[in-house]
């Protein structure tokens, strides 16, 4: 049983990138998903598998469903998994999707460098405070972080901060916006991430489609 009764296992997803990616891993482990979030309305999508159901939430929220049994298990990012904390959430595997980088990135004119050798203090505007904090206390930098929920890019354009901190894939919105970026923080891809009480109590039910997601993930390479 979930938290709210249910006998099933309910997936944590979000829309958009995680949703598409981990649909292979589903179909690996003989689950169809009948719905399309980006059409469909519904929160809670229904399976082939009448004992498997998907909810749709944030991305940032999946960490959250899950810790609390709300949802047996999810997908999310390093990035989500990092600010969240972990606790209650067991991660087993890397599934290698949604991969990306966490970058430090300034307007295309300011000396990143310099600023650092000289202990100015950082204006840096992110969604990840965190990480962010973490990462520039590790190098000594004095930060004033900025807390942002998006488009992080414009912050520096319009002078609300001298740096971000974001994901990067292609670097094409840091160029499209005139950024570079100045350093990597870290890797990052998306974790299976599962409730801690349910790997004990629906084990059974957990373990076949855990071993499919880790087979099929090794396959993407
Ligand atoms: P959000 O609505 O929170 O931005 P996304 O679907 O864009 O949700 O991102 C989900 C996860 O995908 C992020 O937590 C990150 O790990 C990864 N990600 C974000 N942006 C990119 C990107 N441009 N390319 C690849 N992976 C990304
Ligand atoms: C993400 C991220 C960056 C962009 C980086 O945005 O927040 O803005 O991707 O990718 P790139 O280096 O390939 O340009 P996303 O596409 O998720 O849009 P969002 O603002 O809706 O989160
Ligand atoms: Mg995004």
């Known amino acids: 049983m979930n938290r709210n009764g249910e006998p099933g296992l309910i997936l ?3 829309k958009g990138r995680i949703f598409e990616d981990t649909l292979p891993l589903l179909e690996a482990a003989g689950i169809t ?13 229904p399976t082939n598998d009448p004992g498997v159901r ?3 939430v944030r991305a940032s929220d999946v960490p959250t469903y899950v810790q609390h049994g709300a949802a047996d298990f999810g997908v999310a990012g390093r990035d989500v998994l990092l600010e969240h904390g972990g606790e209650g959430l067991y991660q087993p595997i890397d599934l290698r ?3 990306c980088r966490m970058s430090v990135a300034v307007n295309a004119g300011f000396d990143y460098e310099t600023a650092v ?6 204006r840096v505007a992110t969604k990840f405070v965190n990480t962010a904090r973490e990462h520039f ?3 000594g930098v004095h930060v004033d972080l900025i807390k942002l929920y998006g488009s992080m890019e414009l912050a520096p354009l319009v002078g ?3 740096a971000i901190v974001d994901v990067v894939s292609t670097g094409g919105t ?3 916006n005139n950024l570079v970026e100045v350093e990597k923080i870290m890797d990052i891809s998306s974790r299976l991430v599962v409730n801690q009480a349910a790997l004990k109590l629906k084990r059974e039910r957990l373990q076949p489609i855990l071993d499919a997601f880790q087979q099929a993930s090794q396959q993407q390479g």
Do not use: M, W, Y
């Open 12 to 14: 944590a997803l979000s």
């Open 33 to 45: 998903v009948l719905e399309n979030p980006e059409t469909s309305r519904k929160l809670i999508l």
């Open 54 to 56: 998907v909810l749709i």
């Open 97 to 99: 999707i949604a991969c």
């Open 117 to 122: 050798r000289q202990g100015a203090r950082l």
């Open 137 to 139: 206390a590790s190098k």
């Open 160 to 162: 609300l901060s001298d």
């Open 174 to 176: 840091l160029r499209a």
